[in-house]
């Protein structure tokens, strides 16, 4: 069975973990086509919890800073919603708790280091001949171009000048 999974990822842990999680899920309950949007949840809660739509293909996930401590629920809270998005309803599903997640005993969600820019700041002098140079390549240039016309409208002149002394 192919599983079309397409990952939204706006939080801080790896997408491929993400992925690696979500789609053993789908795997585990047939399900072969879903588009997830995984967010961070609100400061004040402190648990998983997800959105979806009966009948849907979307799953909304929101994760806590600590989500990566709580995998089994990630994987319960995520089964549960694609529980709606194959069309059963709140009294229609087992208790989340009850959900058997235990495929997912080992697997982890790492969280990704914000990569810190190690180039120094350049001094104000630095800047301003970076500019410098800039703006000397631009007239540089420009004056090339002028050159180039001025020597065309040269030869012109002098045709014409040829022209009315015969």
Not at 43 to 59: K, M
């Amino acid at each position: 069975m192919k599983v079309r999974l397409k990952i939204e990822n706006h939080t801080d842990y790896y997408t491929s973990d993400l992925r690696r999680l979500f789609r053993k899920c789908m795997e585990q309950e047939g399900v072969t086509n879903c588009k997830v949007i995984v967010r961070n949840s609100q400061a004040q809660t402190n648990y998983v919890h997800g959105e979806a739509r009966v009948n849907g293909v979307h799953v909304w996930m929101f994760l806590p800073e600590d989500a990566d401590k709580k995998i089994d629920s990630v994987a319960q809270v995520f089964i549960h919603e694609l529980h709606h998005n194959l069309g059963l309803q709140h009294r229609e599903m087992i208790e989340l708790q009850l959900i058997d997640v235990s495929y997912v005993a080992g697997m982890k969600l790492r969280k990704r280091v914000p990569q810190v820019n190690q180039k120094p700041e350049k001094s104000l002098q630095e800047k301003r001949y970076e500019k410098a140079l800039k703006m000397k390549e631009k007239y540089e240039k420009q004056i090339k171009q002028k050159q180039a016309l001025l020597k065309k409208w040269n030869k012109k002149v002098k045709y014409y000048e040829k022209v009315f002394k015969e």
